[in-house]
């Protein structure tokens, strides 16, 4: 999935639109090859930020990557007294004495997104967000993207879309 999310944010960049992820800040996706060459070649903003601070039931510190530096603006420090210590993993030893860890019954409720997040990046991106990021159509496809499982995909550009400064173009992913 990771590898299609990077070819919709090339899209984004071919067609002068902004592009965001967000994941747990432990999360491996960041270290993928896939994501770790997109970073390198097309450069990204990165904040690690905690939902609690918007709401959510737990701390929850996640990383977010955007072409736009509007998501700095999302940070807040955390206050550790307004959360009590949240048990969202269980520790245990299985039959061979391997330490192992499961997720808990609460470990589901961290996957709430707040309305107080949500509105802050959507306040925070109609507001700073660069209304025009660079036009890129240096886009280069050096292999067929196999794991992204698209195979004859063809993906058009929109005309005239208020992201896109490029009418009836259209990227073709493989031959």
């Known amino acids: 999935m990771l590898v299609r999310s990077v070819i919709l944010f090339m899209i984004s ?21 896939r994501f770790k060459t997109f970073i390198e070649r097309w450069g990204a903003h990165a904040v690690n930020m905690w939902l609690g601070m918007y709401g959510a039931p737990t701390w929850k510190m996640v990383k977010i990557f955007s072409s736009d530096p509007f998501i700095y603006r999302l940070f807040r420090k955390l206050d550790r007294t307004k959360f009590p210590k949240s048990n969202t993993t269980i520790r245990y030893v299985d039959r ?29 991106f109609t507001t700073y967000a660069n209304c025009a990021p660079e036009l890129r159509q240096d886009l280069d496809f050096e292999d067929d993207w196999e794991d992204a499982k698209l195979l004859g995909f063809n993906m058009p550009v929109v005309q005239n879309s208020p992201f896109s400064y490029c009418s009836g173009q259209s990227l073709s992913f493989f031959s």
């Open 13 to 33: 960049i071919f067609n002068g639109a902004h592009w965001v992820i967000e994941n747990p800040s432990t999360s491996l996706i960041f270290e993928m090859p």
């Open 96 to 124: 061979n004495g391997k330490i192992k860890f499961k997720g808990s019954r609460t470990l589901k409720a961290t996957q709430v997104y707040t309305p107080a997040f949500g509105s802050a990046v959507y306040r925070n």
